[in-house]
C-alpha cells in the first residue's frame, strides 16, 4: 500500500539553488523519514522526524511537517552537483513496530 | 564498518530455477525486512523479520520466502522465479530504538 506521494516527481535546478520537495500521507503516522536513493543504489537516511515536531534541521537540510494537512516537505538549501539523487519520504505507523511505508520518490537533478 | 550486504548484486536467471538472495547485517540490529522497486511504484516491503524465528508478510509477499535462522542473517527465496519477479531488491536492518532503517546496496534480478 502506497502512503507517500511525493511531489514534484523531478526537478532541475541550478548549483547554488535550493530545492523543495513535498510529500503527503495517508494516515496517522509515529514518525516520517526522508531518505536519498543515489542512480541505482541503496538509500541512505537523511532526517526522521516525530509526528510531536514541526521542523527539523540537519546541515543543509530543513524538513517540515504537517500532521493537520499530513504533509511533509524537505529543503536542500545551497544545492551541489552531488545532491544529484532521488528523494524518498517514508513513513512509519503508530504499530509498535519498524513498518516504513515509502512514497514514490522525487528526482533531483543538480547542475553545475 | 557498520553495514548490510547482499548477494548477489547481479543476477539473470530463467523462469523456474530456484535462487536464494543473501542478505547479512554486522549491527546486531533485530529487524530486517526485504523491498522491491520497480519504476514509478517506489519502495515495496516484501517479507519482515521482528528477530529470530519472526517472519511476516509485507505489502507483496506472493511468490517469495524467507527465513531468520540467525539475527544477522536474513535471505530472500523465489521458489520459481518469474519474469513479473525482474526487479531492483534491497535488504534493510534496524534497531527497535530507532525507527531509522539500514539498505544494503541492492541486488538486480532479471528472470527470462
Known amino acids: 500500500s502506497q502512503q507517500g506521494e511525493e511531489d514534484p516527481q523531478a526537478l532541475s535546478i541550478q548549483e547554488g539553488e535550493n530545492a523543495t520537495m513535498n510529500c503527503s500521507y495517508k494516515?496517522?503516522?509515529?514518525?516520517l523519514q526522508w531518505y536519498r536513493q543515489n542512480s541505482g543504489r541503496g538509500l541512505v537516511h537523511l532526517i526522521l522526524?516525530?509526528?510531536?515536531?514541526r521542523e527539523k534541521h540537519s546541515g543543509r537540510l530543513r524538513v517540515t511537517l504537517d500532521t493537520s494537512k499530513k504533509s511533509s516537505s524537505l529543503l536542500i538549501t545551497a544545492s551541489r552537483a552531488a545532491d544529484t539523487a532521488s528523494y524518498f519520504c517514508?513513513?512509519?505507523?503508530?504499530?509498535?513496530?519498524?513498518?516504513?511505508?515509502f512514497g514514490t520518490g522525487t528526482r533531483l537533478l543538480v547542475s553545475p | 564498518e557498520a553495514q548490510v550486504t547482499q548477494n548477489p548484486r547481479y543476477l539473470i536467471t530463467v523462469t523456474g530455477k530456484k535462487l536464494t538472495v543473501t542478505c547479512s547485517q554486522n549491527?546486531?540490529?533485530?529487524?530486517m525486512s526485504w523491498y522491491r522497486q520497480d519504476p514509478g511504484l517506489g519502495l515495496r516491503q516484501i517479507y519482515y523479520?521482528?528477530?529470530?524465528?519472526?517472519?511476516d508478510k509485507g505489502d507483496v509477499p506472493e511468490g517469495y520466502k524467507v527465513s531468520r535462522k540467525e539475527k544477522r542473517n536474513f535471505p530472500l527465496i523465489l521458489e520459481s522465479p518469474s519474469p513479473n519477479q525482474t526487479s531492483l531488491y534491497f535488504c534493510?536492518?534496524?534497531?527497535?530504538?530507532?525507527?531509522?532503517?539500514?539498505f544494503g546496496p541492492g541486488t538486480r534480478l532479471t528472470v527470462t
Open positions: 523479520s521482528m528477530n529470530v524465528e519472526v517472519t
Open positions: 534493510a536492518s534496524g534497531t527497535g530504538n530507532t525507527y531509522e532503517q539500514y
Open positions: 522526524i516525530r509526528s510531536n515536531e
Open positions: 517514508a513513513t512509519a505507523m503508530n504499530t509498535g513496530f519498524q513498518k516504513l511505508v
Open positions: 494516515t496517522s503516522i509515529n514518525n
Open positions: 549491527m546486531n540490529h533485530e529487524y
